[in-house]
């Protein structure tokens, strides 16, 4: 399997900008995660979904960021307008509740810059 | 709502010591416990895992975990650090019922000096 897979990689955009971040998740999880990473905030939840449902969206930072799960091989994380202070590396975990599992799966990571 | 502490923020240590990072967690029930590490650059991988049984968990790279109820810890450690062992290390709880999500600890950054 070839892991959770996110795109871009890196992305570099202009304050006011939409940017959009995808997911792939591992064939078969039914658990999709997006975190963000700061150094001030460390590794933050932003929200979760099982199923393609979205169960918590507790942690969306505000009315900019909006997240999807169409179907259950992709999820978007849209961040329109952004900002400098969204500057940061988002990541994107994905995890099978059958077997009682719970480990969750992360892909390598966008790392957005807003100028 | 459960929260997970990691005291030790930065720790630098020369290569060869003992490390052991603390972890606590509040939640009264049943958890699942996990250590996932983060090299410089990269995701995060998930180092050992702890569900029942044996309170000390072996995992990857010569590291260990001891899950003490009692204390509400899951303290990782390993007898003698390598350089390659510089990264930063997160502790995870999942309380038992609550789906497939964990509550990460604030990370500690570990460097090891060569």
């Known amino acids: 399997d070839a892991g959770v897979i996110q795109s871009p990689r890196h992305e570099v955009t202009e304050m006011g900008q939409e940017v959009t971040l995808r997911c792939k998740p591992i064939s078969g999880h039914d658990y999709l995660f997006w975190y963000r990473q700061t150094m001030m905030r460390g590794l933050e939840l932003l929200i979760y979904f099982n199923n393609n449902v979205p169960i918590d969206d507790s942690g969306m930072p505000e009315d900019r960021f909006s997240a999807k799960m169409p179907n259950a091989s992709f999820s978007t994380l849209k961040i329109q307008p952004s900002e400098p202070r969204d500057s940061a590396v988002y990541f994107c975990?994905?995890?099978?509740?059958?077997?009682?599992?719970?480990?969750?799966?992360f892909g390598p990571g966008t790392r957005l810059t807003v100028t | 709502a459960q929260s997970v502490s990691q005291h030790n923020h930065h720790v630098i240590l020369s290569e060869a010591a003992s490390l052991e990072l603390g972890c606590n967690y509040s939640?009264?029930?049943?958890?699942?416990l996990f250590w996932y590490v983060q090299y410089p650059g990269q995701h995060l991988q998930l180092l050992l895992k702890?569900?029942?049984?044996?309170?000390l968990v072996k995992g990857i790279k010569g590291f260990e975990a001891e899950f003490i109820k009692s204390k509400f810890s899951f303290n990782l450690r390993k007898p003698s650090v390598q350089w390659s062992d510089t990264a930063e290390y997160f502790c995870a709880v999942n309380p038992v019922g609550a789906g497939n999500m964990l509550t990460f600890g604030g990370g500690t950054r570990l460097m090891v000096k060569p």
């Open positions: 975990a994905s995890s099978l509740s059958f077997g009682l599992s719970y480990e969750q799966y």
């Open positions: 702890y569900f029942s049984g044996d309170p």
């Open positions: 939640y009264g029930g049943t958890v699942n």
